[in-house]
């Protein structure tokens, strides 16, 4: 951040110094900058954020034709209402004591004394679509009047996560800015001033240690900062944010050119994902005891954002898969970054400096293309990749990609043995692949005995005979492995080869040649035995029979005279 001078060009006033807090406390009494205007310079919607020049007060409602003021956004985009427990014991606060400088101060309920206790919190951001600029307009109903109201509006970036005893407040983390406002003058000479979080380095408390609230404290001017108190009391008609009437000195609001502030520079992507706003108890002392607290988490910049997830055609794990982003139309141009797909399937930005999600932060408006640098093996990129698309300012773009499993294919292959030279087998017969994943698939070979199924995950597939043709048996089921991105169309399955066994019928008979003259018991192996009818004659028929019995068969025939 550049350090500017008085008489700089383009009129901005700012001076940032490095004092001591005694110092600068002593320095901030003597320092009394009014709002020259109720429009900041370069308002897209004229905005009436600080104290009219006619009616030299603040108040919600349009005093001059042609500008907004609360009333006109109320609703709109942008716009954010935060209703805030009053006057109760269960008010959330920094608990009494916190130091400013902890990175996690604890949250309680507290009863806050009135003139610092919160009602209605209300802001309101837009962007100059010609110079970039970021505006933050903020309003704040306390309880009771407060002559000279202080405040604090800290902007947080939420790259470090949240605080782990206080639940849905995030890490103070470096780089986030404190706005420390103070109403002074019953609210007509509003003074801003702007400090960062640091990791190391002197702090504003000077006997504090690192990360803090650093030393470097920034003066905003006129120009780029503005704001007032209601002199006057507004009824309920004229207060659209919480509809009660007020009296002198409850409502405060102020408006801040955020980009002139170099709290989010021009032309840089720099977002803030949550804001605390603060009463604070004194004026002029930045670090002065904490109040009533409100917890706005509604984004502020105009930073754009990927989210990638991935899943696989089959359900299986993408883990492992990397993507990267390029800005521009195609995958030639610069790089913005990586992020690689863990178990569930979302896809964890590489450097860390953001949590999941999104995969990409930070991202300025424009054209980017993304494309899978590393797939998982055993699958083809999603069809649509690479992916072009067009980001506005402050979208958050959700893409979701399906990657093909590469499947494979098995030849079957089908010979018959001692097949009749003079005569072609028959060597159509039925087939049944049971895949790596159970799934049954059903096929015939053709007259030559050739047949193929693809579309098979990778991995054992078992070929099972399930209908070998007439006077052949089945062949032993073959277990296979399918390789993927294979296929029929190219022949370049796995193969997997039956020989089918002629089939043999057996019958032994017996004839009494004097009808009931004898009875006969036959008995082949271990089939049942057959005996002769009254006459003596009979027979034992055995079909189907392998030649895959080395000792062969062996039939008894016992006749019984």
């Avoid at 001591?20 to 905005?47: D, R």
């Avoid at 896809?347 to 797939?375: K, M, R």
């Amino acid at each position: 951040m550049a350090t500017r001078v008085l008489g700089q060009t383009g009129g901005r006033r700012r001076r940032r110094f490095l004092l001591a807090p005694i110092v600068l406390v002593l320095l901030l009494a003597l320092l009394v900058i009014s709002s020259a205007s109720g429009v900041l310079p370069g308002s897209p919607s004229s905005f009436e954020s600080g104290n009219d020049p006619t009616l030299g007060l603040g108040n919600m409602v349009v005093t001059t034709a042609g500008n907004t003021d609360w009333e006109s956004v109320v609703g709109e985009a942008g716009y954010v209402h935060l209703p805030d427990t009053a006057a109760s014991n269960s008010d959330d606060s920094f608990t009494p004591g916190s130091k400013q400088d902890e990175v996690c101060p604890t949250i309680e309920g507290h009863k806050n004394p009135p003139k610092d206790d919160f009602t209605d919190v209300a802001s309101f951001t837009e962007k100059n679509a010609t110079t970039g600029d970021v505006y933050l307009y903020g309003a704040t109903i306390r309880y009771a009047s407060n002559g000279n109201a202080s405040e604090n509006i800290e902007l947080k970036q939420g790259t470090s996560g949240e605080c782990a005893g206080s639940p849905g407040l995030l890490e103070r983390t470096p780089g986030d800015k404190l706005i420390a406002i103070d109403y002074l003058g019953g609210g007509s000479a509003p003074e801003f001033h702007v400090l960062t979080w640091v990791a190391s380095g002197p702090c504003f408390v000077s006997n504090h240690p690192a990360p803090c609230w650093g030393a470097t404290v920034l003066e905003l001017d006129p120009a780029e900062a503005e704001g007032g108190v209601n002199a006057s009391p507004i009824t309920a008609a004229d207060n659209p944010i919480s509809g009660v009437a007020l009296k002198a000195g409850q409502f405060a609001e102020f408006g801040v050119n955020l980009s002139d502030a170099d709290i989010i520079p021009p032309g840089a992507c720099k977002g803030f994902s949550q804001t605390i706003w603060e009463s604070r108890s004194a004026g002029s002392s930045f670090v002065s005891s904490t109040k009533d607290i409100s917890i706005d988490n509604h984004d502020i910049n105009t930073c754009a954002s990927v989210t990638v997830t991935k899943v696989g055609s089959d359900g299986g794990s993408q883990a492992g898969a990397e993507f990267t982003l390029y800005e521009g139309a195609d995958t030639t141009g610069t790089p913005v970054g990586t992020c690689t797909v863990d178990a569930a399937g979302d896809c964890v930005n590489d450097d860390g400096t953001t949590d999941f999600p999104p995969s990409f932060a930070e991202l300025q408006p424009g054209q980017y293309t993304i494309d899978e640098t590393v797939v998982p093996a055993g699958y083809d990129p999603d069809p649509d990749l690479p992916f072009t698309f067009t980001l506005a300012e402050s979208q958050n773009l959700e893409l979701e990609f399906t990657d093909i499993l590469q499947t494979g294919a098995i030849t079957i292959v089908k010979t018959a043995k001692h097949a009749d030279p003079n005569s072609s087998p028959n060597l159509v017969a039925g087939f049944t692949v049971t895949d790596s994943d159970d799934g049954t698939h059903t096929t015939s070979t053709d007259a030559d005995g050739n047949a193929c199924v693809d579309g098979l995950p990778p991995g054992e597939a078992t070929v099972s005979e399930t209908g070998p043709p007439a006077g052949y048996s089945a062949g032993p089921d073959v277990t296979v492995t399918v390789a993927g991105n294979t296929t029929c169309t190219n022949a370049d399955g796995v193969v997997a080869s039956f020989e089918n066994i002629p089939l043999t019928d057996l019958t032994v008979s017996v004839d009494s040649q004097v009808d009931g003259g004898t009875a006969s018991t036959i008995t082949c192996g271990s089939e049942p035995t057959a005996t002769t009818d009254p006459d003596g004659d009979g027979s034992l028929t055995l079909t189907n029979l392998e030649p895959n019995d080395p000792d062969g068969i062996v039939c008894t025939i016992v006749i019984d005279p």
